[in-house]
């Protein structure tokens, strides 16, 4: 395959669990379940899963294939700043860039394609990888999963045989201080936390609603010590909202002007991620399990058109499939990266030679 080469991978991301995502800035309502982000389709705002999501886990496992190639005896050859240049790609700050960096790019380009596909900020290097939000086609019903944690020796009698009398006594009294502070919060602290949301209240009112407020604030502080704790053992969950199983979600990849080794890369990050395939948040819950399909076309240099490959198969805990090109492409970066004379260097720049 030659070095300029374009590849467009068009397709689904099939959420085969639910999908839970609530990037920073997403914020729920008191009670209410963490948020997914959403965009309006239509005129109907519709959750997605972030393309920053998607592309960051696969930048983590770009990072794992060439961290396995290059370990000895379960030893990463990097250094705590190596980690952080290729997963995070560094930090830019206010500084101009050298100009003997922006010059050498292309250089840190080829002896490093995990930066070559996903940029960094220290030094500078552009991304070649545009990895786009993966939408519902059509739109799509999303759900909240909401819960409750529950006291094991409230739900049933027989449990409290488990502890000693005394174990008993300090439970039964710390039960009866939970219900006092649970009265409290809401037949007086409510009430005042409601009044004080009044935009005609009075200065005077409002001062002794406040001073009200906080003894009450107070007493529930003072009762949380004799309770063992700030909160209820017994308490609702918020919860959050899931992209529902089943969900099909268009989504594509676009690698721009590539080189050979970055597309075998990005195959091997594609084929570590489907054995750990899993994205977004709550996957103690079994949230996040994804499947994948593409079709994919390419374009060699400055060809005035696009010609179809075939199709990448994205399936959990199975590997991928592809077009023989791409898979050719990962087996030839793999045999580059573990050789005794890799052209390659992952160092962070001010270690490397």
Sequence with gaps: MKDTITLRMQGLLTAVSPIATCPPGNKAGNNEPAPLPKIYMNGVKTPYLPGAALRGTLRRKGGDVIRDALSRDGVSPFSLDDHYYLVLGGVKGDEKEDKVDILNSHARRLANPLIGLFGSGIPWQRS?????????????????????????????????RLLTPDEQELWVARAKVNNE????????????????????????????LQAQMKKIEAEIKEMSGDAGGANSVNRPLDGYEVITPGT????????????????????????????????????AHGCGLVSGHWDVSVRVGLEPQYRKMGAVTMTPFEGITGPDDLMAAEQAFLEALRAEDSRFDFRFQSQAA
């Excluded at 990849?253 to 977004?280: H, Y």
């Design 181 to 208: 502070r649970s009265k409290k919060k809401r037949e007086e602290l409510k009430p005042i936390v409601a009044a004080l949301k009044a935009t005609d209240l009075d200065a005077g009112k409002r001062e002794k």
């Design 128 to 160: 070649h990888l545009y990895v786009a939000h993966a939408v519902p086609r059509g739109g799509t019903g999303y759900d909240a999963v909401r819960g409750a944690r529950v006291d094991d020796f409230a739900r049933s009698g027989e449990n409290l």
């Design 248 to 283: 099909e979600m268009a989504h594509s990849f676009d690698l721009s002007f590539v080189t050979a080794d970055e597309i075998g890369l990005f195959m091997a990050a594609l084929r570590f991620w489907s054995l750990d395939p899993w994205v977004g948040a709550h996957r």
